[in-house]
T-cell receptor, first 111, second 117 residues
């Protein structure tokens, strides 16, 4: 079993839709949860960061962490074509440097 | 701010040759830099953690003699793929963590596409 599972998609939605992206994980020691956006042939860009459980909102983006279910989500409201990218979840334990990534979900927002 | 560059952006080399990839933090100092490898439709795999002035820490299964890492300054880390083979073809991405910043914070470079023929 992979430490982090993420549906690779592709996920195609119309402009303006609410997008829900999810990851599940198996390592209960993960405490830091991040979402990155990666455009084609580019490096990942940090979108959201959450420590432990709870919600965090930043503009059109909301990150949720449910540690009891080992499940994290990223919601994108009023999706735009410019949101079309691959979204990677990443997690880290309290100690050490290593980020463990999901495979990424490819999102396409269509006009 | 927090820009990381990589050079070259893409490189094609012949089997058996060595290739050096540079990772630079342009507007901040980075005590720690990371090297990842990304296969198509696969997650980023951490290869090694590079600390300025000390030896890199390699992840299990990564050959340190094949992937040489040098972090000689607070703004530059290099990855040298020695005696490259076609199976080394991949997208290599570095990231850098600003010195003194939170553990979660890493800024990624744009990646280097290596093709070994």
């Amino acid at each position: 079993q992979k430490e982090v599972e993420q549906d690779p998609g592709p996920l195609s939605v119309p402009e303006g839709a609410i997008v829900s992206l999810n990851c599940t994980y198996s390592n209960s020691a993960f405490q830091y949860f991040m979402w990155y956006r990666q455009y084609s042939r580019k490096g990942p860009e940090l979108l959201m960061y959450t420590y432990s459980s709870g919600n965090k909102e930043d503009g059109r983006f909301t990150a949720q962490v449910d540690k009891s279910s080992k499940y994290i989500s990223l919601f994108i409201r009023d999706s735009q074509p410019s949101d079309s990218a691959t979204y990677l979840c990443a997690m880290k334990t309290g100690g050490g440097n290593k980020l463990t990534f999901g495979t990424g979900t490819q999102l396409k927002v269509e006009l | 701010g927090a820009v990381v560059s990589q050079h070259p952006s893409r490189v094609i080399c012949k089997s058996g040759t060595s290739v050096k990839i540079e990772c630079r933090s342009l507007d901040f100092q980075a005590t720690t830099m990371f090297w990842y490898r990304q296969f198509p439709k696969k997650s980023l795999m951490l290869m090694a953690t590079s600390n300025e002035g000390s030896k890199a820490t390699y992840e299990q299964g990564v050959e340190k003699d094949k992937f040489l890492i040098n972090h000689a300054s607070l703004t530059l880390s290099t990855l040298t793929v020695t005696s490259a083979h076609p199976e080394d073809s991949s997208f290599y991405i570095c990231s850098a963590r600003p010195s003194g910043n939170s553990q979660y914070e890493q800024y990624f470079g744009p990646g280097t596409r290596l093709t070994v023929t």
